[in-house]
């Protein structure tokens, strides 16, 4: 019992580092990207004696700025809703990282442990029930502020949370009918191999269409450019623009947090994970030679390949970001219950024929 709620423990010591370290990275990272696509410097005048480091103390010097900001609630707000809003978004993100896998297993002298902390048969159906939780943060801080343009901030939220999950949720259906379990160690599990020898059996390959819905309904959850009409910053329409300090640095962590969850779950879900094409766990497997290497190189190499898909997620997020104009109200309803939503459905009826005629066809 008490080794079990220490690995516990270091299980999540290692999950909110590894975290919280990548979502302080991205505001670096959102500088830095949108300066060299704009032919821009970026940040970096912040530094440590003559150390710049590519402008990363700007994360530092930015945290210590906002730690000494004044906490202000507006005159008439609901003191105890505006201070519960930030913490609820926070919480039900950061909870959702529980489920990520970023490995398979590791061996510590005679204890195997599975390299996610939560490994649940439906651990992909509690991450979608905490990623929906999400938006009370937003209903109530934009209830909270006594003020018109959060409150219309907050609602502008809510109707593209709503219009968005349901289509998020159904572009997963075809994968749930491929592999058959709601768990997400398993999915990524189930990915390992080739299709016809060549492409590696990962969702990319057997679901598409899926995986483009999926990509755009998570930006919108997201709500980064272009789907960033619940904060709308250029026309002051926010849910938090009463915030400032630590509570407004919660929220934007938060949507940040948020870009890192949907790049972890699109790699689990349509990139096998921490799978690597030929990867067994004694080696490389080409044909019949075999390249071999010991269980904890496997492991280093299954975690490092997890990052290096997930960045890549983040890098093609930003990229977006900062290429892409900001949808009207009108077309972000649009794109999600005219375009989305029927696409997604129709991916479900084409998975499910296809997999009655394979299975009639091998039965």
């Known amino acids: 019992m008490k080794a079990a709620i220490i690995e516990t423990v270091i299980k999540i010591a290692i999950t909110l580092f590894w975290v919280m370290n990548l979502g302080s990275l991205l505001t670096w990272v959102e500088r830095k990207q949108s300066a060299v696509m704009q032919d821009r410097i970026g940040a970096n005048r912040a530094n440590i004696g003559p150390f710049r480091a590519i402008g990363l ?25 505006h201070t519960l809003a930030p913490i609820i978004s926070f919480f039900f993100v950061l909870m959702s990282f529980a489920m990520i896998p970023i490995g398979n297993t590791i061996t510590i002298g005679n204890y195997t442990v599975n390299l996610v902390i939560v490994n649940s048969s439906v651990s992909l159906l509690i991450v979608f029930a905490l990623m929906s939780l999400g938006i009370y943060g937003i209903v109530f801080a934009g209830y909270a502020s006594n003020n018109n343009y959060s409150l219309l901030g907050s609602l502008r939220g809510s109707a593209q949370m709503f219009s968005y999950e349901i289509t998020f949720g159904a572009t997963i259906i075809g994968l749930l009918l491929i592999f058959q379990t709601f768990n997400i160690q398993e999915i990524v599990m189930k990915q390992q191999g080739s299709l016809w020898g060549f492409y590696p059996k990962w969702g990319i390959f057997l679901q598409p269409l899926g995986f483009i819905l999926f990509l755009t309904a998570g930006l919108a959850e997201t709500k980064r450019n272009p789907f960033d009409i619940p904060e709308g910053e250029a026309e002051i329409v926010g849910y938090f623009i009463e915030y400032s300090g630590l509570k407004w640095a919660v929220f934007q962590l938060v949507d940040f947090l948020e870009s890192v969850l949907i790049g972890a779950l699109a790699t689990v879900l349509f990139l096998g994970g921490w799978q690597v094409p ?3 766990a004694d080696g490389f497997h080409f044909g019949s030679y ?8 496997v492991t280093v190499l299954q975690i490092a390949v997890f990052f290096i898909k997930l960045s890549f997620f983040l890098w093609f997020f930003m990229l977006i970001r900062w290429s892409l104009p900001r949808f009207r109200y009108d077309q972000l309803m649009k794109l999600g219950w005219k375009m989305m939503l029927p696409l997604s459905l129709l991916n479900i009826l084409l998975t499910a024929v296809i997999l009655l005629i394979w299975d009639s066809y091998h039965g």
């Open 290 to 297: 075999l390249f071999s290497l010991s269980p904890t190189w």
């Open 278 to 280: 030929f990867l067994m």
């Open 57 to 81: 103390f700007q994360i530092a010097a930015d945290s210590l700025k906002l730690i000494f900001k004044e906490d202000w609630i507006p005159p008439g707000g609901n003191k105890f809703l």
